[in-house]
């Protein structure tokens, strides 16, 4: 989608500290991270929401999931991490292409917000 931030991360054009990457998913960094490990991980393709997403392409969403716990994996969250997908204003998602946030690397508070 024209003008998306994360479409343009997944193309190369804007930068961004790669943690993995294969055909459906690119997963990097995040620029503000909300604990030791925080990295994303986003679709190639443009899904404004995880409720689009498994609207549109159920198997892809399932897919993600299991993508996101290997980069939590690779990423050396051994003693636990935490998967967190904000779909829509409420949950006050901020950019709207379907991402998953990894977090992890200590002790995460046991509040959701």
């Known amino acids: 989608m024209n003008g998306c931030l994360f479409c343009k991360i997944a193309a190369g054009e804007i930068p961004s500290t790669k943690v993995y990457e294969d055909e459906k998913f690119y997963s990097f960094l995040d620029i503000n991270p909300q604990a030791k490990v925080h990295a994303l991980i986003i679709p190639r393709e443009h899904y404004a929401d995880m409720a689009e997403l498994s609207k549109k392409d ?8 299991k993508t996101a716990c290997l980069v939590a994996e690779q990423l050396g969250l051994k003693n636990g991490f935490r998967l967190i997908t904000n779909t829509g204003a409420d949950a006050r998602q901020s950019v709207r292409h379907t991402h998953v946030h990894i977090l992890g690397g200590e002790e995460l508070s046991d509040r959701m917000g």
Do not use: R, S, V
């Open 58 to 65: 159920p198997a892809l969403a399932g897919k993600m999931l």
